[in-house]
C-alpha cells in the first residue's frame, strides 16, 4: 500500500482523494510525514554500529519537478547524525567540543614556553629611580584594577585618556616597566584571544588593547597598597 501512495503522491494526484481512497485520517500536509524514509543500503552511521543512514521524502510542493524527491542530508534514524560536514548531532558536537578543548590546550602551553615568568627582584621603594617612580603611578592611576593586581596600559576610551601623549612614549613606559619586573604577561590569566598565533598554532603576537599586565608580580596587596 506504501509504494502505490507513494507512486500516486508524487504523480500529483490530489491528496484529498488518496485520503479518502486510502482511508488516512491526517490533514493533506501530513500525508508526507507517513512515508517511511529512504534506507541507504551502502550508507552507514558512523557512531551508530550497523546502523544505515535514511533520508527523509520531500514534500512534491518542493520538488517543483525535480526527480530527486529524497532529502539530500541523509541522517542517523538512532543518534540524529547528518552525513554534514556541519552536523550538530550530540555525538559531533563532542567531538568538535574536545577538539576545541585540545586545541586551546596546545596553545595555552605555546604560551607558557613564550611567557614564562621570570623572577626579577624588584627594587624596594628607596631604590626606585625617577622614571621607575613616574611610569609606576602613570601605569596605576591609568587602568590598574581596584586590587592592584593588573593594568591594562592600551585601554582607551570617551572618558579615559591616553596613558601617554603618543605611542614612543607608551611603548617606551611598558617596555621600561616590563624590564624591569614591574610588569608581565600571564599567560594563564589572558584570555586566548588576546594572542595571535599562526597557522601552526604558534604564538606570534598580541593585541595589545587585550592583555592584562600583571601589576608588581612579586608583591603581595598588602605590599603594593603600603607604597600607593
Keep these: ?9 508524487y504523480n500529483y494526484e490530489k491528496i484529498p482523494d488518496l485520503l479518502e481512497e486510502f482511508e488516512i485520517n491526517v490533514y493533506p500536509s501530513m500525508l508526507i510525514k507517513l512515508f517511511p524514509p529512504l534506507v541507504h543500503n551502502e550508507l552507514f552511521c558512523k557512531y551508530c554500529l550497523d546502523i544505515n543512514l535514511v533520508s527523509e521524502f520531500r514534500s512534491r510542493s518542493y520538488t517543483n519537478g525535480d526527480s530527486n524527491i529524497v532529502s539530500v542530508n541523509s541522517f542517523c534514524p538512532l543518534c540524529n547524525h547528518i552525513d554534514h ?14 577538539k576545541k578543548q585540545a586545541e586551546e590546550e596546545n596553545k595555552r602551553n605555546v604560551l607558557m614556553q613564550a611567557f614564562l615568568p621570570i623572577s626579577i627582584d624588584i627594587p624596594i621603594p628607596n631604590e626606585l629611580t ?14 590598574a584594577t581596584k586590587d592592584l593586581e593588573f593594568i591594562k ?3 582607551e576610551g570617551p572618558s579615559i585618556t591616553s596613558l601617554a601623549p603618543d605611542e614612543e ?3 617606551d613606559i611598558i ?6 619586573g614591574f610588569i608581565q604577561i600571564n599567560p594563564l590569566i589572558n584570555s586566548l584571544d588576546a594572542f595571535k598565533f599562526d597557522s601552526e598554532n604558534k604564538v606570534v603576537g598580541y593585541y595589545r588593547n587585550k592583555i592584562l599586565w600583571e601589576f608588581l608580580p612579586n608583591m603581595d596587596i598588602g605590599e603594593k597598597k603600603r607604597i600607593f
Excluded at 175 to 180: K, S, W
Design 153 to 155: 596600559p592600551y585601554l
Design 1 to 9: 500500500m506504501h509504494l502505490l501512495l507513494h507512486r500516486r503522491y
Design 85 to 98: 560536514l556541519h552536523c550538530s548531532c550530540s555525538n559531533c558536537k563532542e567531538i568538535r567540543k574536545q
Design 175 to 180: 617596555e621600561h616597566l616590563n624590564r624591569r
Design 169 to 171: 612614549l607608551r611603548c
Design 130 to 143: 625617577l622614571k621607575d617612580a613616574v611610569y609606576l603611578f602613570a601605569v596605576k592611576e591609568h587602568s
